[in-house]
């Protein structure tokens, strides 16, 4: 096995891989059953290892432009993929619109939404939702949203904690650019010590605009005007279809629309995750758990718990020979 880590990411990587050989030592294997590849930017190695002949099984996560790029050129080897997309969530109505924004807020605050399974866009009708405090008009939703990531990051210490650190300055030059796709609601601020952002609010209509269908990797979040909870609940799970999607999340209170969605997102292959408002999140799931890709859309092309990822690891190589007279 060969790990290839990302050039800004080699250090947890290593630290697993020495851990990793420290064990099948102990086990009486060969420690270089697993080994590190390292390289940097500007010279990357990962190309020359996924179309080297002895390459038999690659499995790869980040970007979908380059997952395509090693889905095309793996020659015989196997490929699994966890890729990237466009995670939504719908607010079609709610009967605790506090603990709906505070949710929302730390989905779209942790890491910076440096998360595959982060939330992007926001669908929201244009014509408000029906909430336990009154109905509350798409503006009022927004601004309540935005409101709850203030109120959750108010304290330096615990949004440095929830937010983290930018992993890549591309993600900054991404928030900049954010701005000019609609109206800001809640604009990214740099936190007090190191390289930070929290996280920036877009207001965008989906009647004007197709800004908000393209992955905006970072603390980017979009609040999308439609026509009405169902076209939203229509158009998230559609772009998931189109562009993949990891996570997707429905906030209702209308069971036969509940029902509808579950099927419109379970056709679109990503998991959907309904009416969270206490400490569990759309995008809090481990990498090996029934919650983390299905392989049923561009995401992904394997879920990583099912018995196809395991078992089609392995092939049976047999050998024979007649009897001796």
């Known amino acids: 096995m060969i790990i290839k880590p990302h ?84 607010v079609a109505a709610t009967d605790d619109f506090s603990g709906m924004c505070a949710n929302i807020a730390f989905s ?89 952002a929290t996280p920036l609010i877009v207001a965008v209509d989906a009647a004007e605009t197709k800004a908000h269908e393209e992955e905006c990797f970072g603390p980017v979040a979009f609040i999308v005007a439609v026509d009405s909870a169902e076209s939203g609940i229509d158009a998230a799970a559609d772009l998931a279809r189109r562009k993949g999607a990891i996570t997707a999340a429905l906030y209702d209170t209308d069971e036969a629309r509940i029902a509808h969605a579950v099927k419109a997102f379970a056709r679109a292959g990503v998991n959907l995750s309904i009416n969270l408002t206490g400490n569990i999140f759309v995008n809090q799931s481990a990498a090996f758990s029934d919650f983390h890709v299905t392989g049923g859309n561009p995401a992904g092309n394997a879920s990583l718990t099912d018995t196809a990822f395991v078992a089609n690891r392995f092939r049976l190589a047999m050998w024979r020979r007649p009897k001796a007279a």
């Open 7 to 90: 050039p800004g990411a080699i250090l947890p990587l290593a630290l697993t891989v020495k851990v990793a050989r420290e064990v099948l030592v102990e086990a009486g294997f060969p420690a270089d059953v697993v080994l590190l590849a390292v390289d940097q930017a500007g010279a990357e190695i990962t190309k020359d290892l996924v179309t080297h002949p002895d390459i038999g099984i690659i499995d790869y996560t980040g970007s979908s432009a380059f997952g395509e790029w090693v889905r095309n050129h793996a020659r015989s080897a196997q490929v699994f993929t966890e890729e990237a997309g466009v995670n939504s969530i719908v």
């Open 108 to 196: 779209l605050s942790l890491y910076s939404g440096q998360m595959c399974t982060a939330p992007q866009d926001i669908f929201v009708p244009r014509s408000g939702v029906a909430t336990d405090d009154g109905h509350r008009s798409f503006d009022e939703v927004a601004t309540a949203i935005g409101t709850a990531v203030d109120a959750l990051l108010s304290d330096p210490a615990r949004a440095s904690g929830v937010c983290g650190a930018i992993a890549n300055p591309a993600t900054l030059a991404r928030v900049d650019k954010a701005r000019s796709f609609g109206r800001v609601v809640r604009d990214s601020q740099p936190l007090a010590a190191g390289c930070s």
